[in-house]
DNA sequence: CAGTGGTCTAGACCACTCC
DNA sequence: GAGTGGTCTAGACCACTGG
């Protein structure tokens, strides 16, 4: 038995491992998609006993920061935001096809940062923006308005990306042009009155009641890269919960 | 090592434990705060390592079902929906202070159900309900209208009870008068626009704009107890998310 | 086939709670 | 001090994946 100290550093050995790997994969020591040593290697790594590290794997995969798959191994896990804003809203899938929502860009513009911008992204009041406004569809229907406001230094290359090349899909457009991967987001849903933009964009009145989420994503690492306000019709909105 | 055949029922143990211990609280074995059999009777019981057990305990306590406290033990965990609704909406805690929402029964009635609420309670067309209307107040402000569906025959007593008797919440009543314990929920948030009634007890203009929830409540048997539609001004509606 | 994670066991000691 | 859950170890075999 190697050392037999639980009480050297006060906290468990599965605590300090589960904090030391969040620590390399927030440094970046394994991207996305890439595999972790196998349990056997961290364990003689860490110098502890299998099922320690076991535990500690098993909690980060809880937590959804790790995919763990039998005979293959364990790999840091993507997250897939893809369509998580239509969760919100009912799309008539009527013979239960998952409808493909598209998007178009609609405005791309340079900006100062307001107070609370600024204190989203974590920049000074009067910084640089870029901020785009889009909307998405489903069918050819107009379901969400998105506002998106950027920190134009860390996205510069967005400002020159030709209008159709931004895909239907930000986060992975974000992680190819400019290196900013997404990890985990945020999110506030309220509910508002469409301004004229947003009312135009949506193909309803203006002051219409609509459904606001305001998200503010992040990196990895912690730090803010986008925050966005998307709007749709109140009456397609929808959201499930369940309490325990 | 007693008989080493994991593959006897192809389901590995400590998911069979826990589908049996499951089995055991739905049917009432243990009241919610019981505590369960130690660790290792439950491993002697089941005829299986300690470590097996404790896995299947691990994985009822993050599914919410158990409470496990080092050095007093294994508990059925009471679901406590206390003020759950009001996650939902703002209520202004200036200097932090947990306000405690009040309620007022306004209306209590036999209806006969229809359809739809028939589907949501497992009950036929036509079969009797107990319908309750009533607000819900933070600091005397109304907050939420809440419109309550019961089955007249399971939840009889309440036709009876005196209307101060009702108390602020709804849960523990139904359990300490009819025997009828909550154990889980789902709800639907939509948008909607108030009608009469409801624009009345909160003290807004017919049509004004709030936030719906539909909530069905049920018993640890799956049984559905409670069908409730609550309504609140939905420029007071703020509900916060995480994504990962 | 070798290598990975998944399950299971057996037994040790630690930390907390309550009498 | 007795009894509980929490941590840790060491080693076994199973089930799946990929070359």
Redesign the pocket.
């Known amino acids: 038995?190697?050392s037999r100290e639980?009480?050297n550093g006060r906290l468990?050995?599965?605590l300090r491992i589960q904090d030391a790997l969040t620590a390399e994969i927030a440094r970046g020591a394994w991207r996305p998609g890439d595999a972790?040593p196998?349990?056997?290697?961290l364990a003689r790594d860490f110098g502890?006993?299998?099922?320690?590290v076991?535990?500690a794997l098993g909690a980060l995969a809880a937590e959804g920061k790790l995919d763990?798959?039998?005979?293959?191994?364990?790999f840091v896990r993507r997250p897939d935001f893809g369509n998580a804003m239509f969760r919100f809203f009912r799309h008539a899938d009527a013979d239960g096809v998952p409808l493909r929502p598209t998007a178009r860009l609609l405005a791309r513009r340079r900006t100062r940062a307001d107070a609370g911008i600024a204190a989203k992204l974590g920049l000074a009041r009067g910084d640089e923006l870029l901020e785009l406004f889009r909307v998405r569809l489903i069918d050819g229907e107009p379901i969400l308005a998105e506002e998106i406001a950027l920190d134009a230094r860390r996205f510069a290359p967005l400002a020159a990306l030709p209008a159709d090349a931004f895909g239907d899909l930000l986060y992975p457009t974000y992680e190819r042009v400019c290196g900013a991967a997404v990890a985990r987001a945020s999110e506030i849903i309220r509910f508002d009155r469409a301004a004229t933009r947003v009312a135009k964009a949506l193909g309803v009145a203006r002051d219409a009641p609509v459904a606001a989420i305001e998200r503010t994503a992040f990196a990895i690492d912690g730090a803010p890269l986008e925050f966005r306000r998307s709007y749709g019709p109140a009456e397609r909105f929808a959201y499930a919960l369940e309490l325990k």
Do not use: C, H
């Open positions: 038995m190697p639980t009480g468990p050995i599965y972790l196998s349990e056997d290697a502890v006993a299998l099922g320690t076991r535990k763990r798959r039998q005979g293959r191994g364990t």
